[in-house]
Each structure stands twice: as C-alpha cells, then as structure tokens.
C-alpha cells in the first residue's frame, strides 16, 4: 500500500506561480512513476505532467508545456510540480499519482492517488 498527500494548492492571481508537493509514503518501492493529473468541475481528469524515478523521462500536456515543471527528491520520496504563469484556466483539483511504470500519460497506469489539493486562478 502507498499512501499520497498533496499540499501547496490555494489562491493565485493570472501571472502568479505556485508549487505542489506530494509525499509518497508506505511500501513505494523501487523505480515508481509520478504525475500530476487535474480535474476541473464538470470535467474528466487529465494529465498535466509524468516523471520518471530517476527524473527521467519526464512529459507534459500541451498547455502546460513551458510554464509548468515536475521535479522530484528520492530521499524524501516527494514529487513537485512548480507552476508559473499561471491562467485562469489552470484552475482544478490537482492530484499526484503513483505508477509502477517509469512514467506515464495514461491514466489508468496509476496505482494510487492523492487527495487532491485545490488550484484557483483568479483573472
């Protein structure tokens, strides 16, 4: 079992940044996948950004592409996800997930989730 926690989500203006963490607890392993999904309301999960466990590879959805970053520390067992320029339609529920593949856009390779934490962007 793996437990997952999110925090760093809250209230931003357009333009700002904001940073996520997830700390992965529990039996993870060796050579364990990350990402970052998102839900908006009335709207599916969708993938933001995967990470391999050595840092590679890593991968990202179009619209994030340039603004977003994932990044993480094995030592802590901890998954970022470093947000800039953010807009309005960033706005979701942000979960981290953990995959036994290294790395992965699909959603259905993930093993277990967060939470959630909340992003809002406000215009």
Same mark, same amino acid.
């Given at each position: &079992?793996v437990?997952?926690?999110? #925090?760093?989500?809250?209230l ?10 997830c *700390?992965a607890s529990? %039996?993870?392993?060796? *050579?364990y996948? =990350?990402?970052w !999904?998102r839900?908006?309301p009335?709207?599916? %999960?969708e993938f933001?950004a995967?990470i391999?466990?050595?840092?590679h590879?890593?991968s @990202?959805?179009? #619209?994030?592409?340039?603004? !977003?970053?994932? #990044? %993480?520390?094995? *030592? *802590?067992?901890?998954?970022y996800? &470093? =947000?800039?320029s ?5 706005t979701?529920? @942000?979960?981290?997930? @953990?995959t036994y ?6 959603i259905d390779? @993930? %093993?277990?989730?967060?939470?959630g934490?909340?992003v809002?962007v406000?215009?």
């Open positions: &079992q437990h997952l926690g999110e #925090s760093g989500g809250g931003v203006q357009a333009g700002g940044s904001l940073t996520l963490s *700390a529990g %039996r993870t392993g060796r *050579a996948g =990350m990402g !999904f839900q908006a009335g709207k599916e %999960r933001v995967t391999g466990y050595n840092g590879p890593t @990202y959805t179009d #619209s994030v592409k340039g603004r !977003f970053t994932i #990044s %993480r520390d094995n *030592a *802590a067992n901890t998954v996800l &470093q =947000m800039n953010l807009k309005p339609e960033d979701a529920v @942000y979960y981290c997930g @953990y593949y290294s790395g992965s856009s699909l390779k @993930y %093993r277990y989730w967060g939470q934490t909340q809002t406000s215009s």
